[in-house]
């Protein structure tokens, strides 16, 4: 839909760019002394900021002043500018008329507070973020094992909620690290059958596919900025309010209130309830233009751009004999994300070559959702994702360097410490503008300890 609610049709696919991203001509060295294009193939793990989500920042700085508490002019401005986000959000997502929309940190932060809000048991599937396993994981909530196909996993889920009943069920839209989608409407329907909620983690969904809400029966979605092309410190929590409006506040401060005396404070519904403190009115215009920009493009145009390029990228893997992991066989269709490993060489290895030697980003490890990998059976892997900003060249990049990878190896040596691997020696410098020090490896909280290499593994 364009603004105005006309239809239009996609335009033919082309080997360009969607839309225009900060960063697109960025150089970056490389090991042996050249530099290169960088090639941005990590999109699920942070966005590009569109080109006119980093215009709108700048104009909104140019205006910035505190919101809802002040009579200044610029102050009025702001808060009708945070306000605003809220209906693009609620536009984008297809909520309902009564749902509220909370901005928080981001989907983990989101998550936080739904779990703290929801009156009674969640269950959820060994599949997802830890960002939608985590706050579960500490109520002591229910994990439902996946099936080997999403028919099995569902008649599971179905199962499960016969036998016990629950306040809701919460579900990944789009796989972090197989871009596998969920059926939607089908899970909705079997929570609801129940008496249950259905709660998703939009994150990788949001940035790749539309959201309707109100037409899919979802009654919470929690979802990124910095996914979403808007790294900009926001997220947000869409959904049902009664919830959330009976919750204790997520955090107590200025700006939750109605009145407060020394014995006791008065809360103020949701979303304020939720929002206590100096809010991120940068972060949630940044947001809302984001969502705005990604609404505006032509019906389809988004599906068919990563349809190609994704297609583009599993033929070519196929050619080279690396085949993407996948959960179900039976899943509808995955988003702009594909995860694979390489016979011989360690995961961490592969996206140290990449970036050293061709000046491609990829992530590597086990994405923040360790049971996946458990349960897939590989300690770590590659993952290439794009987005709205990506091209054929920069995915024929990538097979070109795997192939050259395949062929004759890597041209300089690499080395695996506690940060991970890494060429040896790292020829490689900060930027000057952050001090210009060699490029030192990378702690990986997330994943925990790296992978050690076992005997025999170059």
Not at 82 to 102: H, K, L, N
Not at 262 to 271: D, G, H
Not at 398 to 403: I, P, Q
């Amino acid at each position: 839909m364009i603004p105005g609610g006309h239809a239009v049709t996609a335009p033919s696919i082309t080997p360009t760019a969607l839309l225009s991203v900060v960063g697109t001509d960025a150089r970056v060295p490389l090991v042996d002394g050249g530099e290169t294009r960088y090639t941005n193939l990590d999109y699920a793990a942070s966005a590009p900021a569109l080109a006119t989500v980093a215009e709108h920042v700048g104009e909104v700085l140019a205006s910035y002043a505190s919101v809802h508490r002040g009579a200044g002019y610029l102050s009025r401005v702001c808060t009708a500018l945070y306000e605003d986000a809220r209906a693009a959000v609620t536009s984008f997502v297809g909520a309902r008329g009564d749902d509220v929309v909370v901005f928080t940190r981001h989907t983990t932060d989101a998550f936080g507070l739904l779990a703290s809000a929801t009156p009674g048991e969640a269950v959820l599937l060994d599949i997802e973020h830890h960002a939608n396993l985590l706050p579960w994981q500490r109520r002591g909530d229910r994990v439902l094992a996946a099936r080997p196909t999403l028919a099995a996993t569902l008649d599971a889920l179905e199962a499960e909620l016969r036998r016990r009943p629950a306040a809701l069920v919460t579900v990944t839209g789009a796989s972090n690290v197989t871009g596998e989608r969920t059926p939607l409407p089908t899970i909705a329907d079997i929570a609801h059958r129940h008496g249950a909620r259905l709660a998703v983690d939009g994150a990788q969904l949001a940035p790749h596919r539309p959201i309707d809400l109100a037409g899919t029966g979802v009654d919470y979605l929690a979802f990124s900025g910095h996914k979403l092309y808007a790294p900009y410190g926001a997220g947000v929590l869409v959904g049902r309010r009664d919830w959330l409006d009976a919750a204790e506040p997520y955090l107590a401060g200025g700006g939750a209130v109605t009145d407060v005396t020394v014995a006791a404070t008065a809360w103020a519904p949701a979303p304020a309830r939720h929002e206590a403190g100096t809010p991120n009115v940068v972060g949630v215009a940044a947001l809302a233009r984001a969502c705005r920009e990604l609404a505006a493009l032509p019906a389809g145009a988004l599906v068919d751009h990563e349809h190609h390029l994704r297609e583009r990228l599993v033929d070519g893997l196929a050619a080279l004999g690396i085949t993407p992991l996948r959960l179900w066989p039976d899943s509808p269709g995955a988003v702009g994300l594909v995860a694979f490993t390489v016979d011989g060489v360690p995961a961490g290895k592969v996206a140290a070559y990449l970036s050293a030697e061709h000046g491609i980003g990829v992530r590597d490890g086990r994405f923040c959702a360790h049971p996946l990998l458990d349960r897939l059976g590989v300690p770590a892997a590659v993952r290439a994702s794009f987005g709205v900003g990506s091209t054929v060249e920069d995915v024929d990049r990538l097979l070109s360097a795997l192939g050259a990878l395949s062929a004759r190896g890597t041209q300089w040596a690499y080395a695996q410490d506690s940060a991970g691997w890494a060429p040896v020696p790292e020829t490689r410098r900060l930027p000057d503008w952050l001090g210009g020090a060699p490029l030192s490896g990378e702690q990986r909280p997330c994943d925990g300890p790296v992978p050690v290499s076992p005997p025999g593994i170059p």
